[in-house]
C-alpha cells in the first residue's frame, strides 16, 4: 500500500494512492469480483482516475470492456479541473508574488475554499515578531499611474502591519478581527514604471485583543490605472 503524499485528500490538490496484492495472492478457479469504494467523508465533489490490474493463466477471459474513452480522459490534478474556483479579474495574485526578502517568522502559501479568497489562495506569513519585515515583488506591464488595493486577511490572531510601495507612503493596518475575514484596502496611487516594483510590509505589533502570532495573509494585488 502506498499513499506518497495526502495533502489532496485534506486541500485543493492531487493524490496517488497505489494498493498491491503480490504476497497475498488471492487464488480462484472460475470467477471473482472486485468492488473499489470511492468516497469522500466531507460533503465535496471529488474526481478519481483509478486503474486495475489482475493477472490469470491463458485462456481466460473478462466481461469487462476496455473503457478507452475513460483512460483518454484528462486527469483532475487541480482544484480547478473538478469545480469552479473564484478569481478576481485583474488580481495580482498574492501567493504567485515573489518574496524577495523576509527578517522573521515563516511564510508559505496557505489554501483555503472557505474564506472566499481569489485563487482559494493566499500568501500566509506568520510568527514574525514586531520590527520584521516581508518584501515582495510585483510586476507592472505599462508605464502610468495606477491607484493601489491589496486584499489582506483579518483574523483574531492577525497583528497590526504598516505597507509602503517602492518607500513611498506608508499606511497602517490593524489586521485583528473576531473571525477569518478579509477587505480590499486601498494602498494610494503611485507613478509605476514597466518592470517590478516592492512592497514591503512591517509587523508594528498587534492589537491588545488580537493572539500574539502577528499573522499576516495577502490575497491580491490589484493595480486599477489612474483616471
Not at 495606477?146 to 489582506?152: H, I, K, P, T
Not at 499606511?171 to 517590478?196: A, M, S, W
Amino acid at each position: 500500500h502506498a499513499q506518497p503524499c495526502g495533502d489532496g485528500n485534506m486541500k485543493a490538490g492531487f493524490s496517488a494512492n497505489s494498493r498491491y496484492r503480490a504476497l497475498d495472492a488471492i487464488p480462484f478457479s472460475r470467477s471473482i469480483k472486485f468492488d473499489m469504494e470511492l468516497w469522500h467523508w466531507a460533503g465535496t465533489q471529488i474526481n478519481y482516475a483509478p486503474a486495475t490490474f489482475w493477472y490469470a493463466r491463458p485462456g481466460a477471459t473478462c466481461n469487462i470492456d476496455p473503457a478507452t474513452e475513460a483512460a483518454q480522459a484528462r486527469i483532475a490534478r487541480k482544484r480547478e479541473d473538478v469545480v469552479e474556483v473564484f478569481r478576481v479579474e485583474n488580481a495580482l495574485e498574492g501567493e504567485d508574488l515573489k518574496v524577495v526578502n523576509v527578517t522573521g517568522g515563516t511564510h508559505s502559501i496557505q489554501d483555503g475554499s472557505d474564506f472566499r479568497w481569489s485563487g482559494d489562495r493566499q500568501l500566509w506569513w506568520i510568527d514574525g515578531k514586531a520590527g520584521d519585515r516581508l518584501v515582495l515583488e510585483f510586476p507592472v506591464e505599462k508605464a502610468g499611474r495606477y491607484q493601489l488595493f491589496a486584499n489582506l486577511t483579518k483574523a483574531n490572531d492577525y497583528g497590526i502591519v504598516r505597507l509602503s510601495v517602492n518607500g513611498q507612503d506608508p499606511q497602517e493596518f490593524d489586521r485583528y478581527h473576531p473571525v477569518v475575514n478579509h477587505d480590499k484596502l486601498d494602498l494610494g496611487e503611485f507613478d509605476l514604471t514597466p518592470g517590478t516594483h516592492q512592497l514591503l510590509v512591517e509587523i508594528v505589533g498587534a492589537n491588545d485583543a488580537a493572539a500574539p502570532r502577528h499573522m499576516f495573509g495577502l490575497d491580491y494585488l490589484q493595480l486599477v490605472p489612474g483616471q
